[in-house]
């Protein structure tokens, strides 16, 4: 099947900087887009969604965009900490026939320099 | 509200025997899904389970099973071992399984197959 894929496999910020993190994706007929982390240790955690029919979704520090024209989603992270260092993955959900089934991207390791 | 717990967390087989793993949800979610994740794949769905009924499979060979019981707690297992199986299975649960993409995952067991 088709996949989600990452531009780039290592982001390295300073700490207080914005970071984006970008996918590309070739599911045209994904319903939702989601963004998780994953630190050292644990299982992903969500971050944020967006559905296909949106462009933009803002949450606390977090922005998501979709580019459906390009095929391509973007997480940017605001005044990023160094809590903020962790695998990024970008992930996507056919719709209601899905159901839990996700399809993930290879992930961003982002490293978060004080 | 405590989240998803997956037991054990550590385990060492060798190639041929099986392993079964387990994973009890957040309490009051219905639907379970299981993932692996390895360096080389990445995080790859296996199945999911809601009301004790498989919803959807991936692309896994026979070997891998799984089933969820009355109180919603889940098993899956992996039998005749391969060196590739080695990886860290992770759960999630959600309380639907039609899902936009909000996945809670445990911690996840890491199989070592030697």
């Known amino acids: 099947g088709e996949s989600v894929g990452l531009h780039l496999p290592t982001l390295s910020v300073q700490e207080g900087d914005n970071s984006i993190i970008n996918c590309a994706y070739s599911?045209?007929?994904?319903?939702?887009f989601i963004w998780y982390k994953q630190e050292s240790g644990k299982g992903p955690q969500f971050i944020i969604d967006?559905?296909?029919?949106?462009d933009k979704r803002q949450g606390q520090r977090v922005t998501v965009l979709l580019n459906k024209t390009v095929k391509h989603l973007s997480l940017q992270i605001a005044a990023t900490q160094p809590g903020d260092s962790a695998v990024y993955f970008c992930a996507e959900n056919w719709g209601e026939t899905s159901g839990s089934r996700l399809t993930f991207g290879e992930g961003t390791q982002l490293t978060v320099n004080p | 509200k405590a989240g998803v717990t997956q037991t054990p967390r550590y385990l060492i087989k060798t190639r041929g025997q099986q392993v079964t793993l387990s994973c009890s949800p957040i309490?009051?979610?219905?639907?379970v899904s299981w993932y692996q994740q390895t360096p080389g794949q990445g995080l790859q769905f296996l199945f999911e389970y809601f009301s004790e009924t498989q919803r959807n499979k991936g692309n896994f060979p026979g070997r891998f099973s799984g089933r969820q019981f009355s109180n919603s707690r889940s098993e899956m297992n992996v039998s005749t071992l391969e060196l590739g199986d080695s990886a860290l299975y992770l759960c999630?649960?959600?309380?639907?399984?039609?899902?936009?993409?909000?996945?809670?995952f445990g911690e996840g067991s890491r199989l070592t197959v030697l």
């Open positions: 967006i559905r296909s029919n949106m």
């Open positions: 309490s009051g979610h219905r639907s």
């Open positions: 599911n045209s007929a994904s319903d939702y």
């Open positions: 999630a649960s959600s309380p639907r399984t039609a899902n936009t993409g909000e996945l809670f």
